[in-house]
Nanobody
Framework: QVQLVESGGGLVQAGGSLRLSCAAS????????MGWYRQAPGKQRELVAV???????SYADSVKGRFTISRENAKNTVYLQMNTLKSEDTAVYYC????????????????WGQGTQVTVSS
């Protein structure tokens, strides 16, 4: 099995910064795409940012220029640096790993973390 453990959420004032981390553990050989999604109360889960194993990032329009995603393949870890936070960034942030190849399984699988709360006060 694979576990995704997130950290770094919390309460911050508008204009502030936070850095989220997500480490994947298990008998992992490689992960195709790692990323972050978020879900605000009463809203659907939405993509925030993803990054390929080659380091190519993609961002939601709402966070472009403010958030930066990065990953360390050797550590199976993905980061999300969030700057100039706004109240509308308040949500539970979920780590996602797509196309996880494990040593004992031919098929690639997808996994989600348990989520970490980010609250931005105005």
């Amino acid at each position: 099995q694979v576990q995704l453990v997130e950290s770094g959420g919390g309460l911050v004032q508008a204009g502030g910064s936070l850095r989220l981390s997500c480490a994947a553990s298990g008998s992992i050989v490689s992960i195709n795409v790692m990323g972050w999604y978020r879900q605000a109360p009463g809203k659907q889960r939405e993509l925030v940012a993803v990054v390929t194993s080659g380091g190519t990032p993609s961002y939601a329009d709402s966070v472009k220029g403010r958030f930066t995603i990065s990953r360390e393949n050797a550590k199976n870890t993905v980061y999300l640096q969030m700057n100039t936070l706004k109240s509308e960034d308040t949500a539970v942030y979920y780590c996602n790993a797509q196309g996880v190849k494990m040593s004992w399984l031919i098929k690639r699988l997808d996994y989600w973390g348990q989520g970490t709360q980010v609250t931005v006060s105005s």
